[in-house]
């Protein structure tokens, strides 16, 4: 039991890395960004660009292409929308999202391929009787530390507490001398740096890049915020550790022969904490909320 917990908490851990970056600009804007996943990839394939140099090095650097993309995404795609329909901004970042992934097709080619990174945390400690990989580790580590972070930003900085009244009434805290186009930027460039964090960990764990390897984990993460309650960050990071436990405990638990069925049985409890909860876990109706 022990071990599936350290195993959830992993998971849960990259899971909420990607989660609270959709779930930022969500608060914010309203904008349920499916571009996200490709700020993943192109932080994957900036991994592929600077390998060779530092670690150190590489992880700013990718950090720093990752925000940048973000920030483009902000001035050149969603700037001229903000404020339209929920529908106009979801097929915003669709298109968005299509784009980017040719042109990297375009590019990179439709192959695998494969990098290197944080090959030496590859090995496990032992730990009380529980083996816990030093990648795993990391992630836990790296997660917790940026959740704090991010919520002492949130609460204790100026532009913290702008974001936060723009999440709360978005005209109003323009009305209020909040400047909008600060804050939004801020929140795609935090957006894209947990992106950026997410990719090198996503990558060090499969080692395998793809112009479509964003896909499946902002699916996840969508799914995570549901779960947890639209609107509030620590709720989408109490989504991703649930999602996360039920899919380990259902790996670990299932009888041989039901295995193949982990997947619909993960989102049929989902479906039933929806039947129950229908705001999520953590979430209040009409709440939206930093």
């Given at each position: 039991?022990?071990?599936?917990l350290?195993?959830?908490v992993?998971?849960?851990?990259?899971?909420a890395?990607i989660?609270?970056?959709?779930?930022?600009?969500?608060?914010?804007m309203g904008l349920i960004?499916?571009?996200h996943?490709e700020l993943?990839?192109?932080?994957?394939?900036?991994?592929l660009?600077?390998?060779?140099l530092p670690f150190?090095?590489?992880a700013v650097?990718?950090?720093?292409?990752?925000?940048?993309?973000?920030?483009a995404?902000?001035?050149?795609?969603f700037r001229s929308?903000?404020g339209?329909?929920?529908?106009t901004?979801?097929?915003?970042?669709?298109?968005?999202?299509?784009?980017?992934?040719?042109?990297?097709?375009?590019?990179?080619?439709?192959?695998?391929?494969?990098v290197?990174?944080l090959?030496s945390?590859?090995?496990s400690?032992?730990?009380?009787?529980?083996?816990?990989?030093?990648?795993?580790?990391?992630?836990?580590?790296?997660?917790?530390?940026?959740?704090?972070?991010?919520?002492?930003f949130?609460r204790?900085?100026?532009?913290?507490?702008?974001?936060r009244a723009?999440?709360?009434?978005?005209?109003?805290?323009?009305?209020?001398?909040?400047?909008?186009?600060?804050?939004?930027a801020?929140a795609?460039g935090?957006?894209?740096?947990?992106a950026?964090?997410?990719?090198?960990?996503l990558?060090?764990?499969t080692g395998?890049l793809?112009?479509?390897?964003?896909?499946?984990?902002?699916?996840t993460?969508?799914?995570?915020?549901?779960?947890?309650?639209?609107?509030?960050?620590w709720?989408?990071?109490?989504?991703a550790?649930?999602?996360?436990?039920?899919?380990?405990?259902?790996?670990?638990?299932?009888?041989?022969?039901?295995?193949?069925?982990?997947?619909?049985?993960v989102y049929?409890?989902?479906?039933v904490i929806?039947v129950?909860?229908?705001h999520g876990?953590?979430?209040?109706p009409g709440a939206?909320r930093?």
């Amino acid at each position: 039991m022990a071990q599936n917990l350290v195993d959830a908490v992993s998971i849960g851990s990259l899971d909420a890395l990607i989660a609270i970056g959709i779930a930022l600009l969500f608060s914010i804007m309203g904008l349920i960004n499916f571009a996200h996943g490709e700020l993943i990839m192109i932080g994957g394939y900036a991994l592929l660009w600077f390998a060779g140099l530092p670690f150190a090095v590489t992880a700013v650097l990718v950090v720093a292409v990752v925000v940048g993309c973000g920030l483009a995404m902000e001035r050149l795609a969603f700037r001229s929308v903000r404020g339209a329909s929920g529908e106009t901004l979801l097929m915003t970042s669709f298109a968005l999202s299509l784009f980017v992934q040719g042109g990297v097709l375009l590019f990179e080619g439709a192959n695998p391929k494969s990098v290197d990174v944080l090959g030496s945390l590859g090995a496990s400690v032992h730990v009380a009787g529980l083996s816990v990989g030093k990648l795993d580790l990391a992630i836990i580590g790296v997660t917790a530390v940026l959740l704090l972070g991010l919520a002492w930003f949130l609460r204790a900085t100026p532009l913290g507490v702008q974001m936060r009244a723009a999440a709360e009434d978005f005209r109003m805290a323009r009305a209020l001398g909040v400047r909008a186009n600060l804050v939004v930027a801020i929140a795609f460039g935090v957006s894209g740096a947990f992106a950026a964090i997410a990719a090198i960990f996503l990558v060090a764990r499969t080692g395998t890049l793809t112009p479509a390897m964003g896909l499946s984990p902002v699916l996840t993460g969508f799914v995570a915020i549901v779960l947890g309650g639209l609107g509030r960050l620590w709720a989408a990071a109490l989504g991703a550790f649930v999602l996360a436990l039920l899919s380990v405990m259902l790996q670990a638990y299932l009888p041989t022969s039901m295995a193949p069925y982990r997947d619909a049985l993960v989102y049929l409890g989902i479906v039933v904490i929806l039947v129950m909860r229908p705001h999520g876990i953590a979430g209040r109706p009409g709440a939206v909320r930093v």
